[in-house]
């Protein structure tokens, strides 16, 4: 009987001794996996940690990015502004100097041709006889008096050319539209008598 109860005694130790053993082997399981679950745990909160830390710093980059590129944007706009005021005074101070040249050009053109057509009468090219020459100035500068036509005479100097006017009168002239006329002031009035060719137009004006 006694040696039973030891047999017993002994399987119920065994038995405590395997479930113990069973329990201890789960148990480092369990720790095992909780250390691996931990550093699975560590591991992806390092790496959201660090994904939330580069999206900060995009952020703040692509921030300083918009404000640095409005402050160049400003800074330049100030420039072209700051450029198209000096370009405009300085063309504006052109623009002065031309006209102030191109006075002084004309003005000195147009004493160069007053000598010029006083003195056209006298020179050796002159081909007809300079007492003969009557000045007029304006629009056509003098007529030529001789003995079998009259000229009417425009003296030009350089490259200068004919106004408009001159080439009106110089048509009128060529397509033979000249004429002499007489005006007659007497006590009862006047009469103008006008001749082209063989026409002769008299009018009277009380």
Not at 80 to 100: A, C, G, P, Q, T
Not at 158 to 180: E, M, N, P, Y
Request: aromatic share 10%; hydrophobic share 35%; with cysteine.
């Amino acid at each position: 009987m006694n040696e039973f109860l030891l047999i017993v005694c002994i399987m119920a130790v065994v038995a405590l001794i395997g479930e113990g053993v069973v329990a201890y082997k789960r148990s480092k399981e369990i720790r095992q996996l909780r250390n691996e679950l931990s550093s699975k745990v560590n591991t992806y909160k390092d790496t959201v940690d660090r994904h939330t830390k580069e999206v900060k710093e995009y952020y703040e980059s692509k921030t300083k990015l918009v404000t640095d590129f409005k402050a160049i944007t400003d800074k330049l706009r100030e420039e072209k502004d700051s450029m198209r005021v000096f370009y405009e005074e300085e063309l504006k101070k052109m623009k002065e100097i031309y006209n102030s040249e191109l006075g002084h050009r004309k003005s000195s053109e147009v004493r160069l041709g007053r000598i010029s057509e006083s003195l056209a009468p006298f020179l050796d090219g002159w081909p007809w006889d300079p007492n003969s020459f009557r000045f007029l100035g304006n629009p056509i500068d003098g007529i030529q008096f001789n003995q079998d036509e009259l000229v009417f005479v425009e003296i030009k100097t350089g490259k200068s050319r004919l106004s408009a006017s001159q080439r009106w009168i110089k048509d009128l002239i060529t397509q033979g539209k000249v004429s002499f006329a007489t005006f007659r002031i007497t006590e009862n009035g006047s009469t103008l008598v006008k001749e082209n060719g063989n026409e002769r137009l008299e009018e009277k004006e009380n």
